[in-house]
């Protein structure tokens, strides 16, 4: 496919990075040697003509040219969202064989932040419109939603959906749908709520017409929303959890390597805090379908954490979204959580979690 360097543009590197990433699959999923064998010679062929063109597109963009070649991701035909597919590699999966919850919530994030880039917003890490820049306002989240249908495995190959829209008069959303790319199987589902902050006074603003016009351009015409059912659960309020809790993790210490580039704790360290205080019985046993997280402070550095959690008990019926529909309580467990600052006992976040049993 690919003749030479100098006729090798980003596009043809993509797609022969693509055919390099299904060749993988294939030869994952395929039975008999010589399928195997046949499998990796087209993964040969195709990883080939992928670095050969990579030379010609890192001298014409230089490292994000690069990148950009081989990120298999892409704006949809209107432009409005954007699909990116992921290998699951080795370190990415946890205990279950299967990768983990804050596995596909970095997934998520990775997938916002190259749609924002895509569209020519800032590559800061705020995903910023020129006049937020000027105005020095960022986006912060506010709430995550996220259900997971079927875990994937090491090896598996997702694609990941996003778009983002309005969200009333202070912030805005962004909504994801999550794929088993070789089966079209709808897997996962979120949905996150931002609020626009003030980055020198940390304060909350509202959303100008000037910086709404500057994204909406990008969204959705007609609202289009990850979580249509009408009593679905992204939109359930979080209870504060009653104190004394059931089972707690204090003391938690935020690690280097969880910090952001924009030195603050990344969203995603906060859903591994939740997760220490869950009890073992249930982490031997079964695997969270749903979380639901509301932040309400930033962390820094330098504070430590108390993880809390209890079991809440719910009289209904519960939709996991998958085609299976409904399944009675007894199958599934669900626990509110309570993050504070362990020196003032401020509320961080709290959230919800429900557990489905593991089929092994």
């Known amino acids: 496919m690919l003749k030479g360097c100098a006729a090798v543009g980003p596009i043809q590197v993509r797609e022969a990075a693509?055919?390099?990433?299904?060749?993988?699959?294939?030869?994952?999923?395929?039975?008999g040697r010589r399928r195997l064998a046949a499998a990796s010679l087209r993964c040969s062929r195709a990883e080939t003509a992928?670095?050969?063109?990579?030379s010609a597109a890192a001298a014409e963009g230089g490292g994000r040219g690069l990148a950009e070649s081989l990120r298999l991701g892409r704006l949809v035909e209107d432009g409005l969202s954007y699909k990116e597919s992921f290998i699951?590699?080795?370190?990415?999966?946890?205990?279950?064989?299967?990768?983990?919850?804050?596995t596909i919530a970095n997934l998520l994030q990775e997938v916002g932040c190259n749609h924002a880039q895509s569209l020519g917003f800032s590559t800061d890490g705020?995903?910023?419109?020129?006049t937020m820049r000027k105005l020095h306002l960022i986006w912060v989240t506010s709430r995550m939603h996220i259900e997971i249908y079927k875990y994937p495995a090491w090896g598996d190959v997702v694609e990941i959906e996003t778009w983002c829209q309005g969200e009333g008069r202070i912030g805005t959303r962004r909504d994801w749908i999550i794929k088993d790319l070789a089966t079209g199987e709808v897997i996962g589902r979120a949905t996150s709520k931002w609020v626009m902050m003030n980055q020198d006074t940390r304060k909350l603003q509202r959303v100008s017409d000037e910086v709404r016009e500057e994204y909406l351009v990008f969204c959705p015409r007609t609202p289009r929303l990850a979580f249509p059912e009408e009593?679905?659960?992204?939109l359930k309020k979080i209870p504060k959890l009653e104190e004394p809790a059931e089972h707690s993790r204090l003391e938690?210490?935020?690690?280097?390597?969880?910090?952001?580039m924009n030195q603050h704790v990344n969203n995603v360290t906060y859903i591994g805090w939740v997760l220490e205080s869950m009890p073992q019985e249930i982490i031997d046993t079964h695997e969270l379908q749903?979380?639901?997280?509301?932040?309400?402070?930033?962390?820094q550095h330098n504070d430590m954490v108390d993880s809390l959690t209890s079991l809440?008990?719910?009289?209904?019926?519960?939709t996991n979204g998958s085609a299976t529909g409904k399944q009675h309580k007894k199958d599934h467990h669900h626990f509110l959580h309570f993050l504070r600052l362990s020196s003032t006992g401020l509320e961080i976040n709290r959230g919800r979690t429900e557990w489905r049993k593991l089929v092994r």
């Open 18 to 31: 693509a055919a390099a990433v299904q060749c993988r699959w294939l030869g994952a999923a395929g039975g």
């Open 50 to 54: 992928a670095v050969t063109g990579l």
């Open 88 to 102: 699951v590699r080795c370190y990415e999966v946890g205990i279950n064989k299967t990768a983990t919850v804050e």
């Open 126 to 130: 705020f995903a910023t419109t020129l």
């Open 231 to 234: 009593d679905n659960g992204s």
């Open 252 to 260: 938690l210490v935020p690690r280097r390597a969880d910090l952001d």
């Open 290 to 299: 749903t979380i639901t997280l509301d932040y309400r402070r930033e962390c």
């Open 312 to 318: 809440e008990l719910v009289d209904d019926y519960s």
